[in-house]
C-alpha cells in the first residue's frame, strides 16, 4: 500500500512577522499559528521553517535579507 504525499501550502514573506521579544533576549517569528523564539533573526526563522514543514506549509529555506536586516 502506498502512502499519501503531502501536499505543501507555499507560504511567502507577507505571512511571516519577525519582531524584537520584549524583557527577553532574542527575537520571535511567527506564521499560520506557529510561533518560535531564537537568539537572532535567522535563528528564529530557522525554527520557524521546521515548525512550518511539520504543518504542512512551505517557506523558503534560507533566511532571506529582507528579515536579516529588521
Do not use: H, W
Not at 44 to 58: D, F, I, M, S, T
Request: aromatic content about 6%.
Amino acid at each position: 500500500m502506498k502512502k499519501k504525499r503531502r501536499v505543501s501550502v507555499q507560504l511567502g514573506l507577507k505571512d511571516v512577522t519577525v519582531f524584537k521579544i520584549a524583557n527577553r533576549r532574542g527575537y520571535a517569528a511567527v506564521a499560520r499559528n506557529n510561533l518560535t523564539e531564537g537568539r537572532s533573526i535567522p535563528a528564529a526563522y530557522a525554527r520557524l521553517v521546521k515548525a512550518c514543514r511539520r504543518k504542512g506549509y512551505e517557506l523558503p529555506d534560507r533566511t532571506p535579507s529582507k528579515l536579516s536586516s529588521l
